[in-house]
């Protein structure tokens, strides 16, 4: 087992490096970032970075480039663009759309240094995956200011289903499928579907993801509550306690064992749920896990406010013990990714649910200030290294979600997607100097130090100072390698 998988990761580079090799020579414009501190997950130089077209061509100290562009890096932090693996845009839910589509999500995630994300595709039950990747496609042709890939949210595992499996990994490079263990009748299969996927997904070489929280247990409180006029967003919270959570955490990571399918649990909030992924551990078993920032940021007194709605998403914010245990579990290497599940609504949109916290749509807008967030609460106050803080918003996911080392990294022959960052420069969050498309900020009149001052895709420069240098339609949709579950 082990043999395969490593010769698995190998041929995965050299797939990634041929990629590039091909692709070298398709641009001639050149760039040249000098005086910056270059950071990825390992190293932490003063060096200069000449791009080539779409990709880094060298390192190195007073690097020349005749007519290439010269951008001036003094004082900055020259880091990989980050990649959200985790977010949600134009996507249908509960009877209404999350408000950033395609080109107004993928711009906020650049203002903010995000330069490719990871978006969901949901299947329709009874219907097929291939119907789910069509109907996505319309939404998001032509309007990519981004780079973005695709997890296909697998909602009805089948017969037909389980023939896609090889097709989306084989041909649509969309290697990750995503599992829900909640919202029945809608989304969540059960664990015969489970294991069913688990086994045709190990055996193409993806990886299964998991929105692990126990629906009947929820669904059973949510019941509960409203039969009891217990309607404000606080019991949106109380119905989904961290037990909810850590049952289907530990029953998913069994069942990844009892399979051997590389495994990943998105939005980890809780210390219940931690110590399921320390258990798995204990008998040799990785699973990967992603926190979001704002289970490492904001708690759940928040719920107690009037406006509690802004925070309602699934599952809720929790205890500050959990925050503690969060921060631990990155700087431990148990939690890998630090992401968003950006899924923002406006305030009229929240509203839908003011009379029933069961009504409220679920999500909260964060793709543009992950990393600043993260930066400035977890480097500036000494919880994580500069280097850890690439590993978790950049390196990880790509490696996690197979597009390393095309993105990831500043790595010679890499995407040359690299922002550029001030780590001293004071700024404050608020909706109205955000770019995402809704009225509120769940971060309103927070302080940061440490701003995103260029954000660099594919080697151009794509917002600068605030300004958008490059035109809807830039992005692209990346397809994915294999991947062996492996860092
Ligand atoms: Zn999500």
Known sequence: MQLNAWSFAEDNYLFSAFDIAIKQYDHTMGLLIKNGTVVTAADFHRADVLIEGEHVKAIGHDLKADGAEVVDAKGMFVMPGGIDPHVHLDMPFMGTF?????????????????TTVIDFILQTQGKSLRHALETWQGRMNGNLFGDLSWHMAVTDFNDDTKKEVKEMIEQEGITSFKTFMAYKGALMIDDRQMVGL????????????????NGDMIDFLVQKHRTEGKLSPLYHYLSQPEITEAEATGRFADMASYTGVPAYIVHMTCEGALNHVREAARRNQRVLAETCIQYLLLDASLYEKPDGAKWVMSPPLREKKDQAALWGAIDQGTVQVVATDHCPFSMEQKAMGKDDFSKIPNGHPAIEHRMELLFSEGVNKKRITVNKFVEVTATNPAKIFGMFPRKGTIGIGSDADIILFDPNEKHTLSAKTHHMNTDYSGYEGMQLTGKV?????????????????IKKGYGQFVKRNKVSGML
């Open 98 to 114: 999350s408000s950033d589509d395609y080109s107004t999500g993928t711009l906020a995630a650049l203002h903010g240094g995000t």
């Open 453 to 469: 001052k260029t954000t660099i895709l594919r080697g151009q420069v794509a917002v600068h100072n605030g300004e958008v240098k």
């Open 198 to 213: 688990m086994n045709e997904v190990k055996a193409h070489g993806g990886i299964v993801t998991v929105h692990a929280t």
